[in-house]
């Protein structure tokens, strides 16, 4: 059964930087997708930041200029380096990875709360 193990959340004050991990138990082949999620107190499950296996990154709007998504495909390993952060980014931030085949596989969460 993979895992995905999330790392790097915690309590931060505004302005402040947060860098998120997350590490796959055992190595995943044909890896796609690679992602960030996060879902506010009483809100759905929103979009971060997606890379591809090509390299290609998109961005929520509301964290453009501020975060910056990364991959080691030799580690099957995402990161999102967190800068500038805001109240409002806070939330549970949910690591995804999506093979080729369609599958997906999301990580258990890890808090970001950022302080005013």
């Known amino acids: 059964q993979v895992r995905l193990v999330e790392s790097g959340g915690g309590l931060v004050q505004a302005g402040g930087s947060l860098r998120l991990s997350c590490a796959a138990s055992?190595?995943?082949?044909?890896?796609?997708?690679m992602g960030w999620y996060r879902q506010a107190p009483g809100k759905q499950r929103e979009l971060v930041a997606t890379?591809?296996?090509?390299?290609?990154?998109t961005y929520a709007d509301s964290v453009k200029g501020r975060f910056t998504i990364s991959r080691d495909n030799a580690k099957d390993t995402v990161y999102v380096q967190m800068n500038s952060l805001k109240p409002e980014d806070t939330g549970v931030y949910y690591c995804?990875?999506?093979?080729?085949?369609?599958?997906?596989?999301w990580g258990q969460g890890t808090q970001v709360t950022v302080s005013s």
């Open positions: 995804n990875l999506v093979v080729l085949t369609g599958i997906n596989y």
């Open positions: 890379i591809s296996n090509s390299g290609s990154t």
């Open positions: 055992q190595r995943i082949f044909r890896i796609n997708t």
